[in-house]
T-cell receptor, first 112, second 116 residues
């Protein structure tokens, strides 16, 4: 079945440092979504990428979809303590039933 | 707009007992999902409904798990009998349209199940 690999599994940064998480698939993806889950909370949708090479920004967050639509990244500039949580990518592969396959997530800790 | 509601929020049972979870999706949302999230992992889809019909239950352990969505609104997920490895958070999510892969999924707060 569809597998989505996400790295790193954990990341500790000092407040103000940048952070990046990567998502990779062995198959072409029709689209990719990113979710954030705060400790003890539930996943909350951040953004969706659909087009090859697409780049979207939300304030300090930059999301990219690879040219081959097999990888994606989330970059946070100048992290804040409010960025703490686990970031998941979730993908639907081309031609499959319309189910999301979540990556294993990157747990971000921001040290004040 | 009210979000996805789930109950109970927490449940502790002994192995071999039965348990049921309830989900009320966002009003008007056609598609409903049940996910299992084991600690330290991403959510894994168990079953997907469109209105009251099952679209995908390929990862549902059907020997012990069952789910229904009568009248295409609320849904229940049951485990009978529970095993230790069923300890997880069970998340319900909904999305507005039928078979729309680009739809955002809205998650409920989840039910944390502990099997002793």
């Amino acid at each position: 079945g569809q597998q989505v690999m996400q790295i790193p599994q954990y990341q500790h940064v000092q407040e103000g440092e940048d952070f990046t998480t990567y998502c990779n698939s062995s198959t072409t993806l029709s689209n990719i979504q990113w979710y954030k889950q705060r400790p003890g909370g539930h996943p909350v949708f951040l953004i969706q990428l659909v087009k090859s090479g697409e780049v979207k920004k939300q304030k300090r967050l930059t999301f990219q979809f690879g040219e081959a639509k097999k990888n994606s990244s989330l970059h946070i500039t100048a992290t804040q303590t409010t960025d703490v949580g686990t970031y998941f990518c979730a993908a639907i592969s081309s031609g499959s039933a319309r189910q999301l396959t979540f990556g294993s997530g990157t747990q971000l800790t921001v040290l004040p | 707009e009210a979000g996805v509601a789930q109950s109970p929020r927490y449940k502790i049972i002994e192995k071999r007992q039965s348990v049921a979870f309830w989900c009320n999706p966002i009003s008007g949302h056609a598609t409903l999902y049940w996910y299992q999230q084991i600690l330290g992992q991403g959510p894994k889809l168990l079953i997907q409904f469109q209105n009251n019909g099952v679209v995908d239950d390929s990862q549902l352990p059907k020997d012990r798990f069952s789910a229904e969505r009568l009248k295409g609104v609320d849904s229940t997920l049951k485990i009978q009998p529970a095993k230790l490895e069923d300890s997880a958070v069970y998340l319900c999510a909904s999305s507005p349209r039928l078979a729309a892969s680009t739809d955002t999924q809205y998650f409920g707060p989840g039910t944390r199940l502990t099997v002793l």
